[in-house]
Each structure stands twice: as C-alpha cells, then as structure tokens.
C-alpha cells in the first residue's frame, strides 16, 4: 500500500518568504508528527496530531511555525518569514493509533533551503 | 524531557563481522524503544523495536536488548554485510507519543 508522501520534495526559500509543506500519512492513521532533520542529526520532534487535534507542540521553535490538520488526514507545516537557521529536512510521520507504541512510519521529507 | 545519548558516532567493521550500537535515556517513563536505518538522503525506516515489558528481540541478524534499570539499550547486528552501511538511529518515546532520538552511528560495512 502506499506509504507516507510529502510535498514539495524539495524546496528553496529566499529569507523572509513563507512556506508550506505539506504530508499525506498512511490512510486510516491516527496519530501524525513533525520533525525536524538538521544535517547529520537524528530528527527532533516538532508537533503531534491525533486525528485533527494538535495534541503537543513543544518543539516548534518559534511562534513562526505554524502546523494543522484540519480534517484528520492531510497535515500542512507553515514557516513564516523563514529564516537561514530553518534549513533542514522536514520529516512527517504517521501512527495507526494514538499510542506511540505503535510504529511511526516516515515520509521522504522535504528538503528546504532558505538562501 | 527525555534525553538519548548514542554511541559510537562512527563504526567501521569488516564484512561478516558484528557491529554493536549503544543508547542510554534519562527519563524512566519511556517504555518503546525503535531503531530507524537512514540511508543518504532516504527516509529513515524502522528495522527493530522493543517495548519496556521485553529484555531482548530478534529478527534475523538484527537483535535488540533492553537493560530498564540502567536504562540502555542495544543494537546488534551479525553477519554484517555492505548494504547494511548506513546512518542508525535509536529512540525513546516517553508520554506515549513523540519519539526523542539519538544523535545517530554512521556504520560502515568493508567488504
């Protein structure tokens, strides 16, 4: 079946200029998250939904980013007035319950650069 | 919060050989504990897993063991061969929801 896709793959920011990423989870999967993947770290945790609520958002790292599910299924990260220090690989991950216990499964992520 | 120390950094091994990675966590809470595989510029892909309830799994050449009292854990590999080069990550998941991980081991497999 079809896996977690994330879109754009790639994307390049002038500073200043807002983005949007976008992830489509594995249909059926409850839980969804956001990471963050700066060059050779392992990734950390941004925010978490189950279905449309965002349950933790302790690790966006500043009131720029911003992230929804409206619906319980597709999942929209925004970064206002990005930044150099923004650059990273941003990785979504869906859950087919709402106990981590479960497997999280990874998309590709979306590469930004913010020039 | 949680905290996941991973070592080494860096491993190289000879083909056919074994390769151990090691994590320690600081939050006693934690009870799931996933190892991801990251290739270059892939996503990272769950390869084994234990639960706090278990000291020890295995899947093939790949095992996993859990120590809760000295809070660490394991990955070893055997029989290791050149497509096992890779970035490996650990995990805790403390809470019940996000995943806190490890800095990462680049593993290099000689053949």
């Known amino acids: 079946g079809a896996g977690v896709s994330q879109s754009p793959r790639y994307k390049v920011a002038k500073r200043g200029q807002d983005v949007a990423l976008r992830c489509d989870p594995i249909s059926g999967h409850v839980s969804l998250f956001w990471y963050q993947q700066a060059l050779g770290q392992g990734p950390e945790f941004l925010t978490y939904?189950?279905?449309?609520?965002?349950?933790?958002k302790s690790g966006l790292p500043s009131d720029r980013f911003f992230a929804e599910r409206p619906e319980g299924s597709v999942s929209t990260l925004k970064i206002q007035r990005t930044q150099q220090e923004d650059s990273a690989v941003y990785l979504c991950?869906?859950?087919?319950?709402?106990?981590?216990?479960?497997?999280?499964?990874f998309g590709p992520g979306t590469r930004l650069t913010v020039t | 919060g949680e905290n996941v120390e991973q070592h080494p950094s860096t491993l190289s091994v000879q083909e056919g050989d074994s390769a151990v990675i090691k994590c320690t966590y600081s939050d006693s809470a934690s009870n799931y504990f996933p190892w991801y595989k990251q290739e270059l510029g892939k996503r990272p892909q769950l390869i084994i897993d234990?639960?706090?309830?278990?000291g020890e799994k295995k899947d093939q050449r790949i095992a996993v063991t859990l120590n809760k009292t000295a809070k660490h854990f394991s990955l070893h590999i055997t029989e290791t061969q050149p497509e096992d080069s890779a970035v490996y990550f650990c995990?805790?998941?403390?809470?019940?929801?996000?995943?806190?991980f490890g800095a990462g081991t680049i593993l290099r497999v000689k053949s």
């Open positions: 939904f189950q279905n449309e609520a965002q349950l933790d």
């Open positions: 995990a805790a998941s403390p809470y019940g929801n996000k995943l806190v």
């Open positions: 991950a869906s859950s087919l319950d709402r106990l981590a216990t479960h497997e999280q499964y």
């Open positions: 234990i639960r706090s309830n278990v």
